[in-house]
């Protein structure tokens, strides 16, 4: 039987009659980069393709490689198979890969999300025949509120501890929800500081969009001028020495994960906020309803039961296994920064 | 409900123990008097009963939220709390409902006797009418229990603040039978009222395990010493002529033991004693296993009263001629127990002293405490003469020095996911030891505590990538892992495939220095019984 125009093996999602990989998590010639983070952009591809605008994100984050930007919609063709990248909503620069070649078309998600955060470029639903989403919350309890319910609860909950003498420490990723964030908190509440991993990653987005204004936490930043105020600080600052500059504080964390109840007790935050850069349940069957596939593939997240669900929906959907795992991998960094405080 | 479903949201989002007594007491300040009283009744495990199976409510729930059941209970076992993925999956609220918590309880009570129709048509109208947290709280008013990180005594501590009534006076006035549907906040707890006071038990008083050596609590003359028995702790009370017995959970389980009936006879009004009840068996201590035939059972037939005899061990006397003497030391109080057991012919009443010992050293103390296993003891209680009745678990005047727990080495062999704050983790665990040819691991034990967080996250990232078959929430996994198990007690059974029972297994240490060969056989574990 003929290999399928894209199919998983070792190294990532290939196209082999166009001898590319997708988001690879080996080292390979050519590969089409979604977006820019670490478990779909990593080390040692001989050609990265990417947007433009997430170009000097992964510079920044793999230094000195050989590189192309595309706009979306731009085709390109390897071998007679047609890409072009179309965007994604995850973060900004992400986008979802479409492959085509001999009138059969296939999209790979990469991650994504629908709504609308004001920073990445929305996501845009694409036709085609097979299509290869994420599931990471692919759950019937995951439902997310409009991101400006979101915002006025955390806003509050700022306005709420500077009231009350507290400095307000929000975990976010340092690339894609540290500037969502950024972008839609009301910035004239307070000062927002930032650690050092954001504020790089800040400097970076800055170049490619308007960021409101912030103050990098150094050694010589004095402990009073942060009270009250806003900090954001990659999850694997909580529990560090680093935090305690910080004091009197409280913290919360913005992520899908923080749906569930026990997920924020287990990791000793006070408040969970949940904000995700990917789909929730309602969105993915949506986002697949609209591209009128038949075949889906589910990657990362819930998947078996994910795929048993499209299956009884009428889809032909199966799983496949990949090295994505970003969520999990931040939920891991967390807790070993709690470990190193035990 | 509103503010009802705030108080558990900010209960449940803090880890802090002032902000929880804070929220608690600006709470009891506030709220309406029969919210406060049905309040107070959750937090001390007095819910009504659940008028509603879970089944049903699965089956409802995920009609609501038009998704197959199967897809409802796998979320279930990923979210790992039935009421928060019964608050998830449904649609959000399309009207608001402005109802009390007190309605809300009156309700539930009523829905109880209502056909299976009224019941669904309850529970989806309101599910509807109710915000995500509100509907959460709502749900879990009838799943099961209501644990949020808030014990009675901190409930208590924040009642105190609010009412500026004595902590213990008041953890006295909630103790034992009072129904929130009938009493009011005024009489629980701001009135003194003599006729409720009859079948009032004291709160326990309870000790904490022994944390260095006993050398270090000082001279031990200062210090009585007794076997820890293992059986039910409770306590007896008689009061015009009438009985009471209450287990340490705070249950009125006077008809359990209709052997204890006699001791109004002997025992004057006016009289309470703090003791252990324990199976009885020519004139031994029995197997705690006779006593769990005797607690479950709904009713007692003669042949099971004869076939598990029982009998109280008295350990110390807090009220005495209608006086609580709790107060006084415990020397004192021993005294007037040693007098009141021993006036008597008691050959025929079902109550002995459990007999406290003086030790000349902490040594002859250590040789005793080794014994306890031979006179079915758990280990010894330190008492300090001196000390007083507290309440509660406290620290200082009494120690519990168990003897060390059996322990042997076992292979892991299926997890299941947890619930709460380990809810989407793997923490849940099956055990196995060898068979006689060492070919197959054998089913003895589940432990579902005993390691850090960081090491259940690592065994359940191993657990995620070694699952060999999936059955529902539960998964077999690869035999790879070696864990010290220990546990308190061991019996024969026949309700296990291994054929042993043991007492309260946990996980002591996780063998990574030893391979599943090095693990323990059934057989070294039958080797254990005495």
Sequence with gaps: ?????????????????????????????????????????????????????????????????????????ETFLVNGVKFSLHPAGHIIGSSQVRVEYKGEVWVFTGDYKLEDDGLATPYEPVKCHSFITECTFGLPAFKWQPQKEVFREINQWWQENKEEGNTSVLFAYSLGKAQRLLK??????????????????????????SLPQTKRITKDTKKEEIKGNLVLAPPSAHGSPWIRKMVPYVTASASGWMTFRGARRRRAIDKGFVLSDHCDWSSLLSAIKATGAEKIICTHGYTDIFSQFLNEQGYDARTEQTQFEEETAEELKLSSSKLERQ | MKAFAQLIKTLDSTNKTTVKVKALASYFKEAKDKDKVWTIAILSHRRPPRPVNTKLMRQWAAELAQIPLWLFEESYHIVGDLAETIALVIPAAQEKSEKGLHQFLTEMIALKKQSEQEKEAYLKENWLSLDYYERFVFTKLFTGSFRIGVSQKLMTRALAKATDIDEDILAYKLMGNWDPSTTSFKRLILEENKSDFLSKPYPFYLAYAIENEPQ????????????????????????????????????????????????????????????????????????????????????????????????????????????????????????????????????????????????????????????????????????????????????????????????????????????GRRSN?????????????KKELVTFAKAYSGLTDAEFRKVDAWIKKNTLERFGPVRSVKPFHVFEIAFEGIAQSNRHKSGVATRFPRILRWRQDKKIEEANTLEDLKNLII
């Design chain 1, 1 to 73: 039987m003929k290999k399928p125009l894209l199919h998983f093996n070792a190294k990532g999602i290939y196209c082999q009659q166009a001898d590319v990989y997708l988001d690879p998590w080996k080292p390979v010639k050519k590969a089409i980069i979604t977006h820019g983070h670490a478990d779909h952009s990593r080390w040692g591809h001989q050609q990265y393709i990417t947007h433009h605008t997430n170009v000097p994100i992964i510079k920044h984050r793999l230094g000195d490689i050989q590189v192309a930007g595309v706009n979306w919609g």
């Design chain 1, 184 to 209: 839609n908190i009301d910035a004239t509440i307070g000062e927002i500081y930032t650690h050092a991993a954001i504020e790089n990653m800040n400097e970076v987005v800055r170049d490619i969009a």
């Design chain 2, 216 to 419: 270090e609590l000082g001279d031990i003359a200062n210090w009585a010493a007794e076997h820890k028995w293992d059986g039910i702790r409770a306590q007896i009370i008689v009061r015009e002529s009438e009985l009471f017995v209450w287990s340490r959970g705070e249950e009125l389980v006077t008809d359990k033991f209709p052997e204890f009936e006699e001791f109004t006879s002997v025992i004057p009004d006016g009289t309470v004693i703090d003791g252990e009840i324990l199976a009885y068996n020519n004139h031994k201590i029995a197997s705690f296993k006779n006593l769990q035939t005797r607690i479950g059972r709904k009713t007692l037939s003669k042949k099971l009263l004869e076939k598990t005899p029982v009998i109280l061990k008295a350990y110390d006397l807090l009220e005495w001629e209608g006086k609580d003497i709790r107060e006084q030391s415990y020397q004192k109080r021993r005294d007037l127990l040693e007098q009141l057991i021993n006036q008597t012919d008691y050959t025929n009443i079902p109550l002995q002293l459990s007999s406290n010992m003086r030790f000349e050293s902490w040594q002859a103390a250590a040789k005793e405490r080794e014994r306890s296993r031979t006179v079915k003891s758990e280990g010894l209680m330190l008492k300090r003469w001196d000390s007083p009745y507290l309440v509660g678990r406290k620290k200082g005047d009494w120690w519990k020095w168990k003897v060390d727990p059996f322990t042997i080495d076992a292979v892991l062999t299926y997890a299941m996911r947890g619930h």
């Design chain 2, 425 to 437: 983790l793997f923490t849940d665990y099956t055990f196995g030891l060898w068979d006689k040819e």
